[in-house]
């Protein structure tokens, strides 16, 4: 069979894990990204790094770089026609794939880099002892990057004014949300998520270019100690994303006759078969449930459809696994059992979450798995999160192009017509009736030592309105982490103070 010279097709992936001995061991986020890349064209059996037509850094948090690509770029030693630099969110690796992907099938670039990297690891024991890293400053005039695409902002005023804000608050409230939906007791749903969290952990210690390569079993994982200490109520520190990681991975991206042109082997071919972008109402303030997530329902059943192929037949998937909640949020849209190997990593807490970069890994781990299971002709399907389960990407690859070309699309007109709620204020939410405010997610906040701290709260009005709800007083924080409190009356004060 011909394959149309514009079909897009990845051709090398290269990881990294660098665990520095000592600091003086440690490389900053472009040396690793560097070694990626040059992993990567070794993996396409390439001799040097070629010139390409766009590089395209993942926006990093560990470093600043006034223009990562362009820093990249030099200490390669290879010309770049763009240097693009993505926004926030972890679904940014797979959809600059997707839109790579379609520039290459358009005949706007034959060949292009994506690349990203952190060394929080290293930069967090840097603090720790107090010591300067010698590491590549802002150099003012260097040439600004190419912003790869507009975004959007993830959290309202509202949010913000009330400092709800951070995944480490959020995806626990979706946890209880879950579970109350599921109708599970506390120490029902706990089992359930460590045993879950404690096969990716199996899948990670499999995984050479894991972080983490230690095998927990579910009751190492929900087992409270003060090294897995509470961090936001249910979850357990090691059911956290672990960022604190010095990694990097590459993916070389180019179409086919330019894989031809360099003689770039077809046992080296992956092909992306199909993608498609979306999101979930911008703020969780306006999500009609926390234990719903429409958006990855019908992205990822568009991405399967463009590829002419069912989600049941295909048996390599990576959910994004920032917290337990993703992947059953994940699992339950895309129709999948917990039961599934939803992970081929490992997964953020074990394999390693390198803030927006988790999925270049995933799509390297994929291309590889691809490559060596030939025979059966194997479909992947990889599923990109950025935010609280807000922006999602999905993209489906194979050995064996589409019978089609790359195929992209987006249900994103059909999300925005689905239902919403009203935000109300503090204010609002304390004139209704007394008793009339419903807990439907929350959590607690713990302190560094293990204490209930803050307890937050999502609360549904009479009227149907949302509204938030917050308690600094330990004395609530501490009764809201014994019982099950979705579903109970509660009172709000006018400055959105909980009452129990």
């Not at 894991?210 to 897995?228: D, F, G, H, M, Y």
């Amino acid at each position: 069979m011909s394959i149309d010279p514009r079909t897009p097709v990845l051709v090398g992936q290269g990881q990294i894990v660098n665990h520095a001995a000592t600091l003086a061991d440690a490389r900053e986020p472009v040396q690793l990204i560097t070694e990626a890349i040059r992993s990567a064209t070794l993996d396409a059996g390439l001799s040097t790094v070629p010139d390409v037509d766009a590089l395209n850094i993942v926006r990093m948090l560990s470093w600043r770089y006034a223009n990562p690509a362009h820093t990249v770029a030099k200490l390669l030693g290879i010309n770049t026609r763009a240097d693009g630099i993505t926004p926030h969110g972890g679904n940014m690796p797979q959809l600059i794939v997707n839109k790579l992907a379609r520039e290459i099938q358009n005949g706007e670039l034959d060949i292009a880099i994506i690349a990203g990297g952190e060394s929080s690891y290293s930069r967090s024991r840097a603090q720790r002892e107090n010591v300067t890293l010698n590491w590549t400053p802002e150099v003012q005039g260097t040439p600004a990057p190419l912003q790869i695409i507009d975004d959007a902002a993830l959290s309202s005023p509202e949010e913000i004014a009330r400092k709800i804000f951070l995944p480490v608050q959020i995806y626990p409230m979706f946890e209880t949300a879950i579970r109350a939906k599921a109708k599970r007791s506390i120490a029902e749903h706990d089992q359930i998520i460590s045993e879950l969290w404690s096969r990716f952990s199996g899948v990670a210690a499999t995984n050479t270019n894991a972080w983490s390569q230690t095998a927990l079993s579910a009751e190492q994982i929900r087992t409270v100690t003060p090294k897995n200490r509470m961090i936001g109520s249910p979850y357990r520190k090691v059911m956290n994303s672990n960022n604190q990681v010095d990694m990097a991975a590459a993916l070389i991206i180019c179409s086919v006759e330019k894989a031809t042109q360099l003689g770039i082997a077809k046992d080296r071919w992956v092909f992306p078969i199909s993608g498609t972008d979306c999101h979930e109402h911008y703020y969780i303030s306006n999500r009609f449930s926390f234990s719903d997530t429409p958006a990855v329902r019908l992205g990822g059943a568009m991405a399967c459809d463009l590829a002419d192929v069912s989600i049941s037949e295909i048996s390599l998937i990576d959910l994004y696994s920032c917290f337990p909640s993703a992947v059953q949020l994940g699992a339950q849209s895309l129709n999948l059992s917990l039961d599934q190997q939803l992970t081929i990593t490992g997964g953020l807490s074990f394999a390693g979450g390198p803030w927006n970069n988790y999925v270049m890994h995933a799509i390297a781990t994929m291309m590889t798995k691809l490559r060596n299971d030939t025979g059966s002709k194997q479909n992947g399907f990889i599923w990109a999160n950025g935010g609280y389960a807000t922006k999602h990407s999905f993209g489906v690859y194979s050995t064996e192009p589409g019978k089609k070309g790359f195929r992209y699309g987006s249900p994103q007109v059909d999300i925005d017509s689905l239902d919403t709620r009203e935000l109300a204020s503090p204010s609002e939410a304390a004139s209704n009736v007394a008793g009339q405010a419903t807990i439907e997610a929350y959590t607690v906040m713990h302190d560094r030592e293990g204490a209930p701290e803050t307890a937050i709260a999502a609360v549904l009005l009479k009227d149907s309105r949302r509204a938030w709800a917050t308690s600094t007083d330990r004395h609530v924080a501490t009764a809201m982490c014994t019982d099950e409190w979705v579903g109970r009356k509660v009172n709000l004060n006018a400055d959105g103070t909980l009452n129990i």
